[in-house]
């Protein structure tokens, strides 16, 4: 799987993404930075994640490609760690909807908030 069209939208907060196989979706910021693939956010191995908290209204400030393979985002909160592979931004949109269900569900049972 490989990208034909990136765009940044600043001021919707999002990354349309489109790929070789005519798929295209549009990556809000808070999602991309509550499953960001840095060890920071998913650790070394299952049962490891951190509960992203308070992104609501995180930004990206920079994206930048990672030779032929991936994305390195840059967020306004000062997370820049973890690259986004071409097959992860794919299965980042494809899933887009379980995932975000999935995690506002650990977040209720969590006791915690979009908001900061």
């Known amino acids: 799987m490989t990208p034909t069209d990136i765009i940044l ?3 919707s907060k ?3 993404v489109a790929f070789d196989n005519e798929s295209r979706y549009k990556l809000p ?3 991309l930075r509550v499953f960001s693939p840095s060890a920071e956010v998913r650790g070394h191995g299952k049962g490891q994640e951190t509960l992203q ?3 609501r209204d995180v930004g990206i400030t920079s994206i930048e490609p990672v030779g032929q393979y991936a994305l390195k985002i840059s967020f306004d909160d000062g997370h820049d ?4 592979s071409w097959d992860y931004l794919h299965e980042l949109g494809q899933f887009q ?3 975000w269900h999935d995690y506002l569900g650990k977040l209720e049972a969590a006791g915690k908030s ?3």
Do not use: I
């Open 97 to 99: 909807d379980a995932k």
């Open 114 to 116: 979009r908001d900061k």
């Open 14 to 16: 999002v990354l349309e």
């Open 9 to 11: 939208h600043q001021k």
């Open 81 to 84: 760690t973890g690259l986004y």
């Open 29 to 31: 910021a808070e999602f």
């Open 53 to 55: 908290v308070g992104k």
